[in-house]
Nanobody
Framework: QVQLVESGGGLVQAGGSLRLSCAASGRTFSSYTMAWFRQAPGKEREFVAVISWSGGSTYYADSVKGRFTISRDNAKNTLYLQMNSLKPEDTAVYYC????????????????????WGQGTQVTVSS
């Protein structure tokens, strides 16, 4: 069982940066595949980025590639999302998610691959 708590959201101007954190409880965090998803108002939740248990493999949605960086610190049981060059269309509630498998699934972009979810943190980008 893993509990996830996101933080770091807020209001930022377009072109600015934010770093989101996801603190995980439980001793098994270091073996989990971790991901970030987001949900904009009136839209379905969508995949943002995923990272393997070791941090050695990462994948990104095309919409954030080159601007966002996912990382993790297994010693601190924490997942991060560094978001640079933010755009108004990045406005959403951001969620972290955990997949107990040690490998990244071929369907890593699907919500149903993840067993545990945080409560979300709001990111608002003004134009």
């Amino acid at each position: 069982q893993v509990q996830l708590v996101e933080s770091g959201g807020g209001l930022v101007q377009a072109g600015g940066s934010l770093r989101l954190s996801c603190a995980a409880s439980g001793r098994t965090f270091s073996s989990y595949t971790m991901a970030w998803f987001r949900q904009a108002p009136g839209k379905e939740r969508e995949f943002v980025a995923v990272i393997s248990w070791s941090g050695g493999s990462t994948y990104y949605a095309d919409s954030v590639k080159g601007r966002f960086t996912i990382s993790r610190d297994n010693a601190k049981n924490t997942l991060y999302l560094q978001m640079n060059s933010l755009k108004p269309e990045d406005t959403a509630v951001y969620y972290c998610a955990a997949d107990p498998r040690t490998y990244i699934s071929v369907s890593y972009y699907r919500e149903n691959q993840y067993d545990y979810w945080g409560q979300g943190t709001q990111v608002t980008v003004s134009s």
